[in-house]
């Protein structure tokens, strides 16, 4: 079991960044893939970016390439998202996930989901 909180979402301008946190706890959280995704209202849930268990291979959507960066702390059981150059499109509930297996962009995948944080960028 593994039990994730998300934190630092806001209200930003376009143009600016945030950093997102996902605290783990529970059993081997190190061992897990980690994801974010994002749901805005009226849409279904997409991927944003996604993280092996070492860290490596990040995967980015299309959409936040280049803006976004995923990155991981083992030691203190932390996963970030750190967001630049902020759109008024990236509005949306940010979530966090953590999958054994499956394919790392889908949300079927992940097993355990954080509550979300909500990140509002105006225009």
């Known amino acids: 079991q593994v039990q994730l909180v998300e934190s630092g979402g806001g209200l930003v301008q376009a143009g600016g960044s945030l950093r997102l946190s996902c605290a783990a706890s529970?059993?081997?959280?190190?061992?897990?893939?980690m994801g974010w995704f994002r749901q805005a209202p009226g849409k279904t849930r997409e991927f944003v970016a996604g993280?092996?268990?070492?860290?490596?291979?990040?995967n980015y959507a299309d959409s936040v390439k280049g803006r976004f960066t995923i990155s991981r702390d083992n030691a203190k059981s932390t996963v970030y998202l750190q967001m630049n150059s902020l759109k008024p499109e990236d509005t949306a509930v940010y979530y966090c996930?953590?999958?054994?297996?499956?394919?790392?962009?889908?949300?079927?995948?992940?097993?355990?989901w954080g509550q979300g944080t909500q990140v509002t960028v105006s225009s």
């Open positions: 993280l092996t268990w070492t860290g490596g291979s990040p």
């Open positions: 529970g059993r081997a959280y190190s061992r897990y893939a």
């Open positions: 996930a953590a999958r054994s297996s499956g394919n790392y962009y889908q949300s079927v995948a992940y097993a355990y």
